[in-house]
């Protein structure tokens, strides 16, 4: 049978901690967002504490208002995971020890050459009637069962195992029972301000019902979410997704680093492979996080030679090159020293670019001529050097991240840039 | 009257942006904190949408379950701000026009030099019975009402409304009717696995209604949540909360790095401070992330020279003096490679500690003598070195997560253990 309306689900968070100041749910995100894209709407969001008794009302109550209710958290091995539990108690089901997923928890141990704790044995209970949903990240695997028409998936709490699970097994479950369809798109922006990016597109925002349009900013990034909507057929949302994607594209051009979702680090990774360079990278004020962003794309080691986190003046003078006299005249944050740095590790670790970063991260450090949050980020590659002086705003956290945006979309334009101009000799 | 146990509370935030996957609650974080400090639990937080029939099953299941509910959003001019009536209809009220809010209203729009738009007028009506809270800076008040024994208070949501309106109006009145006080502590743990913790605790758990326990877990570090209760009196809710971590902290002892909310980073920069002690890093498979958040701690230049990110054999050669002979016998991770890079940057960097990580962090680049996860950490001091061989489970960025954590922590430890054959040479 074919749902003419959207589904309505309830997503349901276990956890004591998530009812404390210092807890916020992420999750729900990622499930609204792929739920949507399936045709399915979040009508309630529940958070309940870790108490069997709470969670057996909730959940009763769910499941008398929507067709789905997926409750995510409290899989875990200790007492206060009541999940399991409290779910079965409120359906009147008993819980049952599932031979082979016992074996797969104690198969995890034993890779780690560790004992199996006894407290683990009670994740391999699944509610009777469950069918069990695979956990590569963890011990806790999920369960999804029916009670009638309606449907309960129990998902683990951490993200890492929570967005994996249900790739592989939630998503193209639901996907095959409901119609209507949503085409997304996402669009990344850097190097524009927020209001710089309204001011570029404002007169394109959508006002059809089919068509949506949500900015997310977030430092040194914009996102800007586009959206169509086809009760009929997903090939026309995507034709209408398209036809909006391009007006779009045709004012933010090059700003736009990713449509597809990559990250900047994984942007630049794929254009470092495709022209076959390499860089090395030198940070003093943004401490390794340029580093810390190439080195988590898989296959890094390709293109990625080194880094060098220069805090002090010695290491900027010994590993990567820089005059003392150039420090003393202009101070390690200066226009001078940071194109020094990129020539540096550039010729130190023998790669095509090298690229640095050297700033006032605060909260100390600065002074009328040189304030927090002044940054100089440098370029080196075979024929030249390009250096920029950056005034970023916030705490010490948001200026390194600036920081490295910056550094990063440094290397993507030039890259592109190259690319247009061997283009243009070939012609 | 005096209540003997805190009081539970039902958060219900009102807005249908609030269960798309752009928009987060943040209001229920400041109301939180707030509340237990006044010795109140919340025991449930609810999204609801911008649907009157869904806000009235919530709100009459909230009266039910809790003592207090607290509804925000949705008190605006518009027709999709439906939480007056929604509200009034769940307890079969009526709404009332009142003329001193009404006047109001009309008197900001008035000091704007506008005329009032007609869609304000449904601001001023209240629910019957209900008493007014004054907004400050809006046009919507807020609504206290009794139902029976149990309380409702309806909030505007804008942060800027409900913060001064709860300030000024809600917490006054709460307090005076509650005596309770909760004292929380965190203890950070990390070096154990989360079975282990709670094999080490597990019959310490308090089972009385006043003192509360909760366990979160994230790659390399698990947070063990204490909590006490007394309705009487601060201090010995202080008192309870003291006896209880003394206890969990006779178990886990060492293991716990932090018992005031310090993150790993910061705590080891205090002991280098302290010990006056210097420190270098190099880094292969945690790629930066140690240094990152090592320089996310302001001062940590005092201490932190310098970071290299010996990505490439050759960097690890010649940035680290690491013989290329030990390389091609052992493979860059091996035992006797951690040791010697570890050296080489302390040498290096002519710091008191080196600090190297070497590993596989995958997805490619496993064999079944050295499996993805397989990471050796080693510290070398003026006395000598420290390796450890490590099975870290996970995909690529949980296994560079648990690396830094891991390194970080033997540091840590060390300057533990330096500080205590201090103490006892000097008796």
Chains 1, 2 share one sequence.
């Not at 399936?38 to 709470?54: C, M, R």
């Not at 009302?57 to 091995?77: D, F, K, Q, S």
């Not at 340029?290 to 080195?295: A, P, Q, V, Y």
Request: aromatic share 4%; proline share 5%; net charge positive.
């Amino acid at each position: 049978m074919i749902n003419k309306r959207p589904g309505r689900v309830e997503i349901i968070a276990v956890g004591s901690e998530l009812l404390t100041p210092h807890f916020q749910d992420t999750n729900s995100l990622y499930l609204s967002a792929r739920l949507n894209d399936l045709g399915w709407t979040v009508a309630f969001k529940t958070i309940v504490g870790d108490n069997a008794e709470d969670l057996r009302l909730r959940l009763r109550e769910a499941l008398r208002r929507t067709e789905l209710v997926i409750v995510m958290g409290g899989l875990g091995p200790t007492g206060d995971d009541i999940t399991r539990e409290a779910v079965a108690g409120a359906l009147g089901r008993d819980l049952v020890l599932q031979r082979d997923v016992l074996e797969g928890i104690e198969d995890r141990f034993r890779r780690r050459q560790l004992p199996m704790p006894k407290p683990n044995r009670k994740q391999a209970f699944v509610i009777r009637g469950a069918a069990v949903l695979p956990n590569k990240n963890g011990t806790a695997p999920g369960q999804v069962l029916m009670v009638g028409r309606k449907k309960i998936v129990l998902l683990p709490g951490p993200p890492h195992e929570l967005k994996p699970m249900c790739e592989e097994s939630v998503w193209p479950a639901l996907g095959k029972e409901r119609s209507g369809h949503f085409s997304r798109a996402v669009l990344k922006v850097t190097g524009l301000t927020e209001s710089m990016v309204d001011a570029l597109i404002s007169d394109l925002y959508p006002k059809r019902a089919d068509l949506g349009l949500t900015i997310l900013a977030s430092p040194g990034q914009i996102e800007v979410h586009l959206s169509a909507f086809s009760a009929g057929s997903g090939v026309l949302a995507e034709k209408k997704l398209r036809r909006l994607k391009s007006k779009f594209m045709g004012r933010l051009r090059n700003h736009v680093f990713s449509e597809t979702g990559d990250s900047l680090e994984e942007v630049v990774g794929l254009l470092l492979k495709k022209q076959k360079k390499t860089l090395a990278v030198a940070e003093s004020c943004s401490g390794g996080l340029i580093s810390h962003r190439l080195t988590n794309v898989p296959g890094s080691s390709e293109y990625f030679l080194e880094g060098a986190v220069a805090y002090s003046n010695a290491a900027k003078i010994e590993l990567l090159a820089v005059s003392p006299d150039l420090i003393k005249t202009h101070g390690a944050v200066s226009f001078p020293v940071a194109r020094a740095m990129a020539s540096g590790i550039r010729r130190r670790a023998r790669a095509d670019l090298g690229l640095a970063v050297t700033g006032i991260a605060g909260p100390t450090g600065g002074s009328p001529e040189k304030p927090i949050g002044l940054v100089f980020t440098a370029l080196a590659w075979p024929g030249g050097t390009e250096v920029q002086k950056n005034l970023f705003l916030g705490k010490r956290e948001q200026v390194k991240l600036q920081s490295a945006q910056k550094g990063l979309d440094m290397v993507r334009r030039h890259l592109l840039q190259n690319a247009r101009s061997k283009k243009r000799r070939n012609r």
